[in-house]
T-cell receptor
Framework: KQEVTQIPAALSVPEGENLVLNCSFTDSAIYNLQWFRQDPGKGLTSLLLIQSSQREQTSGRLNASLDKSSGRSTLYIAASQPGDSATYLCAGSNDYKLSFGAGTTVTVRA | KAGVTQTPRYLIKTRGQQVTLSCSPISGHRSVSWYQQTPGQGLQFLFEYFSETQRNKGNFPGRFSGRQFSNSRSEMNVSTLELGDSALYLC??????????????FGEGSRLTVL
């Protein structure tokens, strides 16, 4: 059974600081790793998808890396803004389903 | 391009009742999956459908069921509701037909409260 862990559970930073969010998974047989953002009471917004054959993906200020051998993925958010405040979830894909971590709740202070 | 549409957005039921939730995927997507989100358990996989066939099912009791129609719209049903079924139910839409789920796109969810 896939277990996904996200550390830290919560993070508070001043505006402009870079964010580093960690995700680890127990089963390296994932087909891809997806990062999502969730605002309170809302659904999930897809941020980045990393295929198992890839090492990283970038979109604007976001960069995500994937190391299947060590079972880790990291999401970097450069120059954080108050609008980045949200819960960030990672999920590993296998057998037609996603296994989610519990998320990291980020607060960016103005 | 319209996103994933879930209805109803909010509903309140009492214990013992049943509920049906609906999900319309992104046009052209044939995979629909369902997830339950609670503060204590986080996001948990319920089931996934592709072209009307259930391809995987999570570890939930038989009270939870689903189906997919020929137009890819999906419904999930929960019978004999319990207090613990109170949750945000999220539907995800995907284009992938392979075992790799591909990128998934989520709806806003249906928030169920059981009294």
């Amino acid at each position: 059974k896939q277990e996904v862990t996200q550390i830290p559970a919560a993070l508070s930073v001043p505006e402009g600081e870079n964010l580093v969010l960690n995700c680890s998974f127990t089963d390296s047989a994932i087909y891809n790793l997806q990062w999502f953002r969730q605002d309170p009471g809302k659904g999930l917004t897809s941020l980045l998808l990393i295929q198992s054959s890839q090492r990283e993906q970038t979109s604007g200020r976001l960069n995500a890396s994937l190391d299947k051998s060590s079972g880790r993925s990291t999401l970097y958010i450069a120059a954080s803004q108050p609008g980045d405040s949200a819960t960030y979830l990672c999920a590993g894909s296998n057998d037609y389903k996603l296994s989610f971590g519990a998320g990291t709740t980020v607060t960016v202070r103005a | 391009k319209a996103g994933v549409t879930q209805t109803p957005r909010y509903l309140i039921k009492t214990r013992g009742q049943q509920v049906t939730l609906s999900c319309s995927p992104i046009s052209g997507h044939r995979s629909v999956s369902w997830y339950q989100q609670t503060p204590g358990q986080g996001l948990q996989f319920l089931f996934e459908y592709f072209s009307e066939t259930q391809r995987n099912k999570g570890n939930f009791p038989g009270r939870f069921s689903g189906r997919q129609f020929s137009n890819s719209r999906s419904e999930m049903n929960v019978s004999t509701l319990e207090l613990g079924d109170s949750a945000l139910y999220l539907c995800a839409s995907g284009a992938s037909g392979s075992i790799d789920t591909g990128e998934l796109f989520f709806g806003e969810g249906s928030r169920l409260t059981v009294l």
